[in-house]
């Protein structure tokens, strides 16, 4: 059986959030024989407005697919690796490393599941922190909002200093 890992990166914009777990249940419904292990990243950015983390929203709606798509194809088993703790990109993808770092599974691909309009910076802070140890390989949903372009224009220029920030956070 082929083991993939499916990061799905949180985003505390609901709308934004449900077209990646969309897109992520569809891609990863093609597979067939295939064990698929969910790293569903994301805690509470908000703290007075929100009690759940993106990674149990994730988790909790991707169940309910599951239950539709999943059980018909044979030999496919989808399990939840949650990160609570990441509030930001560059936190996500330290996450994903100490977690490819201690696990003992021998992925034979990655995917990281995000927002068309937030590939770029994703990528490079997953450059920055990840490296070339394992190649990823992008899955984009396609939803945005008006301007979710122009904001991302605007946090590209921080690419260094939050990956600065995240890898001191948690001392790596």
């Given amino acids: 059986m082929m083991n ?3 990061v799905l990166l949180g985003c505390n914009i609901s709308y934004l959030l449900n077209d990646r777990i969309t897109t992520a249940v569809q891609f990863a419904s093609g ?9 569903l990243s994301g805690g509470i950015k908000n703290p007075s407005e929100d009690t759940v983390t993106e990674a149990e ?5 991707i169940s309910q697919y599951e239950k539709t798509y999943v059980r018909d194809v044979a030999g496919n088993n989808w399990n939840y690796i949650y990160d609570t703790v990441a509030t930001n990109t560059a936190e ?6 100490k977690y490819l770092d201690e696990t003992n ?3 034979s ?12 910076r994703a990528s490079k802070i997953a450059e920055k922190i990840i490296g070339e140890e394992k190649e990823i390989r992008w899955i984009l949903s396609e939803a945005e909002l008006h301007d979710s372009r122009y904001w991302e224009k605007i946090h590209i220029k921080n690419v260094d ?12």
């Fill in 105 to 107: 599974v021998d992925y």
């Fill in 92 to 97: 996500n993808f330290i996450m994903v490393k």
């Fill in 31 to 39: 597979f067939n024989k295939t064990s698929v292990n969910w790293f």
């Fill in 57 to 61: 929203k994730m988790a909790a709606q």
């Fill in 109 to 120: 691909q990655v995917f990281v599941v995000t927002s068309d309009f937030h590939h770029l």
């Fill in 4 to 6: 993939i890992l499916l």
């Fill in 161 to 172: 200093a939050d990956v600065n920030k995240a890898i001191e956070k948690f001392k790596m």
